[in-house]
């Protein structure tokens, strides 16, 4: 059974930081590009970061400089440093694991991140 459990959301204030992880289970997790996701209220989910099983990174232009995506694959956890916090990056936030190679991909149930201004 393929499990990815995110942890590490909460309430902070603007200018303030967060991390948030995401524990891999039942996948073979260092062939998986890893990924953040975030849905805010009357938004559509969209893409804040993901990093492939090579380690090559991709951020949404609105998190560039402020977030850092990392993995580390004796965990099979990949983490987001969240830095510079803003209200506008209030969200659930979603951790996702895809394997083109295996074409299946999963989500995680989300953790919520609230930035007060």
């Known amino acids: 059974q393929v499990q990815l459990v995110e942890s590490g959301g909460g309430l902070v204030q603007a200018g303030g930081s967060l991390r948030l992880s995401c524990a891999a289970s039942g996948i073979r997790f260092m062939i998986y590009t890893m990924g953040w996701y975030r849905q805010a209220p009357g938004k559509q989910r969209e893409l804040v970061a993901t990093i492939s099983s090579y380690d090559y990174t991709n951020y949404a232009d609105s998190v560039k400089g402020r977030f850092t995506i990392s993995r580390d694959n004796a965990k099979n956890t990949v983490y987001l440093e969240m830095n510079s916090l803003k209200p506008e990056d209030t969200a659930v936030y979603y951790c996702?694991?895809?394997?083109?190679?295996?074409?299946?991909?999963?989500w995680g149930q989300g953790t919520q991140v609230t930035v007060s201004s």
């Open positions: 996702n694991a895809e394997s083109e190679r295996l074409g299946t991909e999963y």
